[in-house]
Structures are given as C-alpha cells and as structure tokens.
T-cell receptor, first 113, second 113 residues
Framework: NAGVTQTPKFRILKIGQSMTLQCTQD?????MYWYRQDPGMGLKLIYY???????DKGEVPNGYNVSRSTTEDFPLRLELAAPSQTSVYFC????????????FGPGTRLTVT | GENVEQHPSTLSVQEGDSAVIKCTYS??????FPWYKQELGKGPQLIID?????GEKKDQRIAVTLNKTAKHFSLHITETQPEDSAVYFC????????????FGQGTELSVKP
C-alpha cells in the first residue's frame, strides 16, 4: 500500500491564483482530513470528510473548498490565493477498527507571493 | 471548543536522559489523547495513544500518563537516542466528532549525542 499520497510536493502561487491540492489514499478509509501547519502553531484542521459525498468544516475553513466524490480522493481547492495561505498542507485518513488513528501524507509546501 | 496547550516548545536533552512533554486540554468530554512524531520533511506519525478510562500506557521506551481531574496528559521518553529527535504533537478528541483531532502546538525535541 502506498498509504496517503499528496501532489504536488511544492508549489509557488501568485496572489489571486487558484489551485487544487490532490490527496489519495489506498487504505479504503472512510475518514479523510486536511490540515495546515504553520511554524509554532501545530496542525489546524481545515476540512474533513466522514465518507464519499460528506464534508464538513474544521477550525480554519475560510478560503478553501473540498469535495469527496470517491472514497479514495479528497482534493483541497484554494480560490484567490492570499499570502496568509502560505503553509504546509497535510492530508490524512483514518478508518477501519479505529477512526482516531490518522495516517498522514508527506505534505505540500505552498508559498503565495 | 476544545483547546490543547503543549509545553515546552523546545526541549534539548543528552542522549540517555529522559524527556517529558506536557499537554493540557480544556474540554472535559475529550476521551482520546494521541501523540504524534514528525520527522523533518515528513508527515506526523502516531507513536502512542491513551483513552480516558486508562491512567497510563507504556510501549517500550515511551509512556503516556493521563490525569482527567487536572485535564492534562504527558509523554515520557526514557533512555533517549539521537533518532528520537523530532517534533512531537499531542492531540485530543472525543466521541461523535468524526475522528477530528485538536492538536497542540508541538515540541521540538533535540537529543544530543
């Protein structure tokens, strides 16, 4: 199993541009999550999904959108990128016997200038 | 909502010494407390967790203790080794939250040989 994969690894955006961060998991997990990690701030939950077709906001959803059309994929969309969205983004999934053990992807480092 | 505070933000120890990282949480309904280790350039990985019906849990050199009355929990690493150097995050969660975790700010542990 590849686990949780994320693309791209790095990206530089100009202010106002849009992009989609891709996340795929091959563990048949129902639960998927998007976090952002800023220096010294820990991980903040942006959006999460408890299954295909179901998404909900986390702690810091403003400026982002998500969709969950399949169990495997959970893309994160940034519309009108702003410098405040410069961060490292992690996707995670959980499921099976324990929905609380989250498996993280390697992250996407995004810079908005 | 839940708030998790983690201390210290940085910790430096000599190889072979013990390291202790502490977290406090605000929501008395939280009942699951995991610890994640994040190595440089990678996503966090679960290393140990504890549920509210248990006061202590050990796994080789790692242990976690929970004080529900005081609403705090701690990670203890004994006989530290250079490969323990990483950023450690605590988190809290409760039932019916879709597996959502609220993370502390992280502790950068440095083990000097």
């Amino acid at each position: 199993n590849a686990g949780v994969t994320q693309t791209p690894k790095f990206r530089i955006l100009k202010i106002g541009q849009s992009m989609t961060l891709q996340c795929t998991q091959d563990m048949n997990h129902n639960y998927m999550y998007w976090y952002r990690q800023d220096p010294g701030m820990g991980l903040k939950l942006i959006y999460y999904s408890v299954g295909a077709g179901i998404t909900d906001k986390g702690e810091v959803p403003n400026g982002y959108n998500v969709s969950r059309s399949t169990t495997e994929d959970f893309p994160l969309r940034l519309e009108l990128a702003a410098p405040s969205q410069t961060s490292v983004y992690f996707c995670a999934s959980s499921g099976g016997d324990t929905i609380y053990e989250q498996y993280f992807g390697p992250g996407t480092r995004l810079t908005v200038t | 909502g839940e708030n998790v505070e983690q201390h210290p933000s940085t910790l430096s120890v000599q190889e072979g010494d013990s390291a202790v990282i502490k977290c406090t949480y605000s929501d008395s309904a939280s009942n699951y407390f995991p610890w994640y280790k994040q190595e440089l350039g990678k996503g966090p990985q679960l290393i140990i967790d504890i549920r509210s019906n248990v006061g202590e849990k050990k796994d080789q050199r790692i242990a976690v203790t929970l004080n529900k009355t005081a609403k705090h929990f701690s990670l203890h690493i004994t006989e530290t080794q250079p490969e323990d150097s990483a950023v450690y995050f605590c988190a809290a969660s409760k039932n019916n939250q879709g597996g959502k975790l609220i993370f502390g700010q992280g502790t950068e542990l440095s083990v000097k040989p």
